[in-house]
Antibody, heavy 120, light 114 residues
Framework: EVQLVESGGGLVQPGRSLRLSCAAS????????MHWVRQGPGKGLEWVSG????????DYADSVKGRFTISRDNAKNCLYLQMNSVKSEDTAFYYC???????????????WGRGTLVTV | DIVMTQSPDSLAVSLGERATINCKSS????????????LAWYQHKPGQPPKLLIY???TRESGVPDRFSGSGSGTDFTLTITSLQAEDVAVYYC??????????FGQGTKVEIK
């Protein structure tokens, strides 16, 4: 069974940093691209960032570009999101999601974690 | 960026009745070379992770009940729940994955029981 478990959320002051983690199990982690998607209070889903299977390609939403960094450790089956210079508008549940493909192009998200709450 | 617009924002349907959600993209998500529409539908219940229902506009994900179906092509798409069950109460999102980044979602449609 595919499992994605996020952690690292919490209360952080504006301008500070936070690192989110997503532990993956139940599948071959390095066969898939991965993403972070967030949902702010009373808002819909917003894609934040994605990374290819080998970290060769990364993408960011304009709203976080230059502040957030996505990375992965295939040996540890873990996805990360380093959040720097956080703003109040970054307050949201952050979900990690698996892409159906290994490359960071034109993929839908076939499995999601339960999310971790970040409050700025 | 491709903008996804869903309608209605919310709807209330009686148990056993049909629910229809529309999704319109600001540009076509149909890839001419393979004739596939790069459009997915997700179901999101409170306190749970979003769940993939439909991809390629009309392909049901494994394990999704057949009362859920997707249709449409180009810029106009529909998610239909043919016989609404209590467990279908959720917010439903469409998403395009044709022109990325960014991957973009509709604003969501909340489905409730009348």
């Amino acid at each position: 069974e595919v499992q994605l478990v996020e952690s690292g959320g919490g209360l952080v002051q504006p301008g500070r940093s936070l690192r989110l983690s997503c532990a993956a199990s139940g599948f071959t982690f390095d066969d898939y691209a991965m993403h972070w998607v967030r949902q702010g209070p009373g808002k819909g889903l917003e894609w934040v960032s994605g990374i290819s299977w080998n970290s060769g390609a990364v993408d960011y939403a304009d709203s976080v570009k230059g502040r957030f960094t996505i990375s992965r450790d295939n040996a540890k089956n873990c996805l990360y999101l380093q959040m720097n210079s956080v703003k109040s508008e970054d307050t949201a549940f952050y979900y990690c999601a698996r892409d159906f493909d290994r490359w960071l192009v034109q993929g839908y998200f076939d499995n999601w974690g339960r999310g971790t709450l970040v409050t700025v | 960026d491709i903008v996804m617009t869903q309608s209605p924002d919310s709807l209330a349907v009686s148990l056993g009745e049909r629910a229809t959600i529309n999704c319109k993209s600001s540009q076509s998500v149909l890839y001419s070379s393979n004739r596939k529409n790069y459009l997915a539908w997700y179901q999101h219940k409170p306190g749970q992770p979003p769940k993939l229902l439909i991809y390629w506009a009309s392909t049901r994900e494994s394990g999704v009940p057949d009362r859920f179906s997707g249709s449409g092509s180009g810029t106009d798409f529909t998610l239909t729940i043919t016989s609404l069950q209590a467990e279908d109460v959720a917010v439903y999102y469409c998403q395009q994955y044709f022109s990325t980044p960014p991957w973009t979602f509709g604003q969501g449609t909340k489905v409730e029981i009348k």
